[in-house]
C-alpha cells in the first residue's frame, strides 16, 4: 500500500503536505518539513517582493479541535529568501514556492526568477489571500485573474521545453459557491498551461466571536478573517469535485483535513493530494505521521493498494 501520487509534473511519495502558511515562514520550519517521512512536499508561505511582517496581533485563534481564523496579512521574508534558500539542494521532497505578490507586477518579476532555479519543482500561485485591508481576491475578480493567468503563461510558455517540462504552474483558489462561477473560472484556468488547482484558500472575511467575553477574537479587521478547519470542508469537498470534473488538471485539496477519513473524502472528490492547515497549526509536525497512518488503516480496510483506487470515484445516487 502506499500514498505515492502525481501533482501536475511533480512526483510525491507522500500526498500529504503542508498548506502554505502553516509552519512554513523560515528556513527551520521548510527544514522541519523535509524531515518527516509522510510529508511529500514543501510548500513555503506566499510570498512578495519585500519582507512583510503582516498585521497587528493576534492574528490567529483556533478552537484547539475543530475550526481556526487568521488574519496573518502575508508575513514573509520576501521571495528572495524562498527561492535563494541554499537548503533547496538538501531536501529529498520537491519544493513549491508559494507566491502572492502585491500586484500583478510583482508576481510576474517573481514568477519569472523562481523558473530560474532548477531546483524549485513549482509555483503555487496564490489568488485567494484574504487578509490585505483595501486589496480584494484576485480570484473573486475575473478579469484581474484572466490577465494575470495570461502573463504568467506568456513567461512560462518563453520558458526553454527541458524547464517546462519539469515545472509545475499551480494555482490556490478561494471557494465558489456559484455554478456560473465554477465554470468561468474553469474555462480561464482550461485556457491556460496551469497544471494543479490548490482548492481552497480559507473562507475570507469570516467571523468567529467569544460570547463569553463578548468580542472577537483576533484583531485585524474588527476580528474579520479566514475561516479553516472543519467547518469549511464541505465547501473544499464541492470545490475540489467541481474543479476535478470541469477542468483537465489535477487538484490539491485543501480545507477542513482533521484526519484520515476527511483526506479520503477529498480524494474521492477527485484531489490528488492534500493539503493540511488548521490541523497541522494545531498539531505540529507529527500530524502527517497521523493522517498517513489512519488513511492507510482507511485503504487496508477498503482493499484500497494506492489512492489511484478511489481518486475521484465519487458515486452519484
Ligand atoms: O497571510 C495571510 O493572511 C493569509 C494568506 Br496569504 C492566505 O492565502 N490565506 C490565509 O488564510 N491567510
Not at 474553469?186 to 466571536?209: E, F, M, Q, R, Y
Given at each position: 500500500?502506499?500514498?505515492?501520487?502525481?501533482?501536475?509534473?511533480?512526483?510525491?511519495?507522500s500526498?500529504?503536505?503542508?498548506?502554505?502558511?502553516?509552519?512554513?515562514?523560515?528556513?527551520?520550519?521548510?527544514?522541519?518539513?523535509?524531515?518527516?517521512n509522510s510529508?511529500?512536499?514543501?510548500?513555503?508561505?506566499?510570498?512578495?517582493?519585500?519582507?512583510?511582517?503582516g498585521?497587528?496581533?493576534?492574528?490567529?485563534w483556533?478552537?484547539?479541535?475543530?475550526?481556526?481564523i487568521?488574519s496573518?496579512g502575508?508575513?514573509?521574508?520576501?521571495?528572495?529568501?524562498?527561492?535563494?534558500?541554499?537548503d533547496?539542494?538538501?531536501?529529498?521532497?520537491?519544493?513549491?514556492?508559494?507566491?502572492?505578490?502585491?500586484?500583478?507586477?510583482?508576481?510576474?518579476?517573481i514568477v519569472?526568477?523562481?523558473i530560474?532555479?532548477?531546483?524549485?519543482?513549482?509555483?503555487e500561485l496564490?489568488?485567494s489571500?484574504?487578509?490585505?485591508?483595501?486589496?480584494?481576491?484576485?480570484g473573486?475578480?475575473?478579469?484581474?485573474?484572466?490577465?494575470?493567468?495570461?502573463?504568467v503563461?506568456?513567461?512560462?510558455?518563453?520558458?526553454?521545453?527541458?524547464?517546462?517540462?519539469?515545472f509545475?504552474?499551480g494555482?490556490?483558489?478561494?471557494?465558489?459557491?456559484d455554478?456560473?462561477?465554477?465554470?468561468?473560472?474553469?474555462?480561464?484556468?482550461?485556457?491556460?498551461?496551469?497544471?494543479?488547482?490548490?482548492?481552497?484558500n480559507?473562507?475570507?472575511?469570516?467571523?468567529?466571536?467569544?460570547?463569553?467575553?463578548?468580542?472577537?477574537?483576533?484583531k485585524?479587521k474588527?476580528?474579520?478573517g479566514?475561516?479553516?478547519?472543519?467547518?469549511i470542508?464541505s465547501?473544499?469537498?464541492?470545490?475540489?469535485?467541481?474543479?476535478?470534473?470541469?477542468?483537465?488538471?489535477?487538484?490539491?485539496?485543501?480545507?477542513?483535513?482533521?484526519?484520515?477519513?476527511?483526506?479520503?473524502e477529498?480524494?474521492?472528490?477527485?484531489?490528488?493530494?492534500v493539503?493540511?492547515?488548521?490541523?497541522?497549526?494545531?498539531d505540529?509536525?507529527?500530524?502527517?505521521?497521523f493522517?498517513?497512518?489512519?488513511?492507510?488503516?482507511?485503504?487496508?480496510?477498503?482493499?484500497?493498494?494506492?489512492?489511484?483506487?478511489?481518486?475521484?470515484?465519487?458515486?452519484d445516487?
Amino acid at each position: 500500500m502506499s500514498l505515492k501520487t502525481k501533482i501536475g509534473n511533480i512526483n510525491l511519495n507522500s500526498c500529504l503536505f503542508n498548506a502554505s502558511g502553516v509552519y512554513c515562514k523560515i528556513k527551520e520550519e521548510l527544514s522541519n518539513l523535509n524531515t518527516c517521512n509522510s510529508v511529500g512536499a514543501i510548500l513555503t508561505k506566499s510570498c512578495t517582493l519585500e519582507s512583510r511582517v503582516g498585521n497587528d496581533p493576534p492574528i490567529y485563534w483556533d478552537d484547539g479541535s475543530e475550526n481556526s481564523i487568521n488574519s496573518s496579512g502575508l508575513p514573509n521574508m520576501g521571495y528572495k529568501y524562498y527561492i535563494e534558500n541554499e537548503d533547496i539542494v538538501k531536501y529529498d521532497k520537491p519544493y513549491i514556492v508559494s507566491i502572492s505578490g502585491m500586484c500583478e507586477e510583482d508576481n510576474l518579476k517573481i514568477v519569472k526568477e523562481t523558473i530560474n532555479n532548477n531546483d524549485i519543482s513549482g509555483i503555487e500561485l496564490n489568488l485567494s489571500c484574504p487578509n490585505i485591508e483595501g486589496k480584494s481576491q484576485i480570484g473573486y475578480d475575473f478579469e484581474a485573474m484572466q490577465n494575470l493567468i495570461s502573463k504568467v503563461d506568456l513567461i512560462i510558455s518563453s520558458m526553454k521545453s527541458m524547464r517546462r517540462n519539469n515545472f509545475n504552474f499551480g494555482v490556490k483558489l478561494p471557494p465558489y459557491f456559484d455554478m456560473l462561477h465554477f465554470r468561468l473560472v474553469a474555462d480561464i484556468i482550461n485556457n491556460s498551461s496551469i497544471n494543479t488547482i490548490t482548492c481552497v484558500n480559507s473562507l475570507g472575511n469570516g467571523l468567529i466571536i467569544n460570547h463569553i467575553s463578548e468580542s472577537v477574537v483576533i484583531k485585524p479587521k474588527r476580528g474579520h478573517g479566514g475561516i479553516g478547519g472543519s467547518s469549511i470542508k464541505s465547501i473544499a469537498l464541492s470545490n475540489v469535485r467541481q474543479f476535478s470534473l470541469l477542468t483537465k488538471c489535477d487538484i490539491i485539496g485543501c480545507g477542513g483535513i482533521m484526519n484520515g477519513i476527511d483526506a479520503f473524502e477529498h480524494i474521492l472528490c477527485g484531489a490528488k493530494a492534500v493539503q493540511i492547515g488548521t490541523k497541522f497549526y494545531m498539531d505540529g509536525i507529527d500530524v502527517f505521521t497521523f493522517l498517513e497512518k489512519d488513511l492507510l488503516k482507511i485503504m487496508r480496510d477498503k482493499n484500497y493498494k494506492t489512492i489511484n483506487d478511489f481518486c475521484g470515484k465519487l458515486k452519484d445516487l
